[in-house]
């Protein structure tokens, strides 16, 4: 069964403070890994997509990283507004749209002042 | 650019209700579905549809009926309400990769808060 487990659960950052978000993934045949940023009390927001390990993408502060087996999310130098959870999410290998999507629990990440 | 609209926004059922949660999308995207999300389980598919006057189910669509007429509109109906529905509801869609050009970018709604009592 496919599964995607994301870790903290929860993360607590100072301003500046580096960090990186984990999800690790078990699908045979991956065709993507997307991450996603949920502000509270909004649906989720695209982030990311990356197709094959070893590629990296990059917007503002977050940078996505892809290895065969997990993929992680490096928040350089956070400010508070990059506070929010953030989800992963791979496709499900019983469909051939990309939609069908296997989400991760989520990383509650609070960047204070 | 209204993207993806939900109505309503919150609603509280008595157990037994029956409802609809509304969801419209103005990008002509054909692959269009609905998810549940709790705390601590993350996102889950209820029902999903890659166009008109075709649906499928997720993994969680018990209690729960879609039907897909137009390409705009992908309704979610709760037949008997009970408690355990009680969740926030997300519609999404997306263009088809492949030959639909599309890249799995899901485009979401603001979500339905629903309480069942």
């Known amino acids: 069964e496919d599964q995607v487990t994301q870790s903290p659960e929860a993360l607590r950052l100072q301003e500046g403070e580096s960090s990186s978000l984990n999800c690790s993934y078990t699908?045979?045949?991956?065709?993507?890994l997307f991450w996603y940023r949920q502000d509270p009390g909004k649906g989720p927001e695209f982030l990311f997509t990356?197709?094959?390990a070893g590629e990296e993408k990059e917007k503002e502060r977050l940078k996505a990283t892809l290895t065969k087996k997990e993929s992680f999310l490096h928040i350089t130098a956070p400010k508070p507004e990059d506070s929010a959870t953030y989800l992963c999410a791979v496709p499900t290998m019983t469909t051939d749209s990309w939609g069908k999507l296997q989400f991760g629990a989520g990383t509650q990440v609070v960047v204070t002042p | 650019n209204a993207g993806v609209t939900q109505t309503p926004k919150f609603q509280v059922l008595k157990t037994g209700q029956s409802m609809t949660l509304q969801c419209a999308q103005d990008?002509?995207?054909?692959?269009m579905s609905w998810y549940r999300q709790d705390p601590g389980m993350g996102l889950r598919l209820i029902h999903y549809?890659?166009?008109?006057?075709?649906?499928d189910q997720g993994e969680v669509p018990n209690g729960y009926n879609v039907s897909r007429s137009t390409t705009e509109d992908f309704p979610l109906r709760l037949l008997s309400a009970a408690p355990s529905q009680t969740s926030v509801y997300f519609c999404?869609?997306?263009?088809?990769?492949?030959?639909?050009?599309?890249?799995?970018?899901?485009?979401f709604g603001e979500g339905s808060r629903l309480t069942v009592l």
């Open positions: 990356l197709y094959s």
């Open positions: 999404a869609s997306t263009q088809i990769a492949g030959t639909g050009g599309g890249t799995g970018e899901l485009f």
């Open positions: 549809s890659v166009g008109a006057g075709i649906t």
């Open positions: 699908v045979s045949g991956l065709r993507g």
């Open positions: 990008m002509n995207h054909e692959y």
